[in-house]
T-cell receptor
Framework: DSGVTQTPKHLITATGQRVTLRCSPRSGDLSVYWYQQSLDQGLQFLIQ???????AKGNILERFSAQQFPDLHSELNLSSLELGDSALYFCASSVGQGSADTQYFGPGTRLTVL | EDQVTQSPEALRLQEGESSSLNCSYTVSGLRGLFWYRQDPGKGPEFLFTLYSAGEEKEKERLKATLTKKESFLHITAPKPEDSATYLCAVQASGGSYIPTFGRGTSLIVHP
């Protein structure tokens, strides 16, 4: 158990819908990272927040957004869902902003878009 | 652009048959190299961080080594429970602190 929690574990929804994925980092960690993992793409970095502020952005679609709250939990919002958004979404956390920090991953949310 | 290549893509071993997984990387400067283990449908589990060439770390049957261009994950006398996908990630010095992940090596150990 990494100490990172994610909810829900599974999410099944329809195209065009909007969903919210939630992540709570390890105690003491200030950074939260979001990743998408699909069979053909591997682990793709989406976005990083550090202590409530956006720090780095990867290949995140405009339909996706995220935020980190004062209690350091984070939410990833996915809207206008398409079939291709079906994937595993992982949250990771680290102590600092990222320099040589080890990222600890949560168990993931499996999103299925029908 | 930072690149991480893992080989082989898949590896089948008999229980007790030692082998090595390779992670070769191209970065402007290495800040850290990370190894993770991932079971199907689960989140990556941290194994090791290596920072400089010549560094080695061990954990049970696993040993990670690092050179200036590649890292090896040596698996000694593997057991079926070592079956998983092993991911390598590289963090470059300067710029974004976001690590670049390889596609992984899928390891199956047969009893």
């Amino acid at each position: 158990d990494s100490g990172v929690t994610q909810t829900p574990k599974h999410l099944i929804t329809a195209t065009g819908q909007r969903v919210t994925l939630r992540c709570s980092p390890r105690s003491g960690d200030l950074s939260v990272y979001w990743y998408q993992q699909s069979l053909d793409q591997g682990l793709q970095f989406l976005i990083q927040y550090y202590n409530g502020e956006e720090r780095a952005k990867g290949n995140i679609l405009e339909r996706f957004s995220a935020q980190q709250f004062p209690d350091l939990h984070s939410e990833l919002n996915l809207s206008s869902l398409e079939l291709g958004d079906s994937a595993l979404y992982f949250c990771a956390s680290s102590v600092g902003q990222g320099s040589a920090d080890t990222q600890y991953f949560g168990p993931g949310t499996r999103l299925t878009v029908l | 652009e930072d690149q991480v290549t893992q080989s082989p893509e898949a590896l089948r071993l008999q229980e007790g048959e030692s082998s090595s997984l390779n992670c070769s990387y191209t970065v402007s400067g290495l800040r850290g190299l990370f190894w993770y283990r991932q079971d199907p449908g689960k989140g990556p589990e941290f194994l090791f961080t290596l920072y400089s060439a010549g560094e080695e770390k061990e954990k049970e049957r696993l040993k990670a080594t690092l050179t200036k261009k590649e890292s090896f994950l040596h698996i000694t006398a593997p057991k079926p429970e070592d079956s998983a996908t092993y991911l390598c990630a590289v963090q470059a010095s300067g710029g974004s602190y976001i690590p670049t992940f390889g596609r992984g090596t899928s390891l199956i150990v047969h009893p």
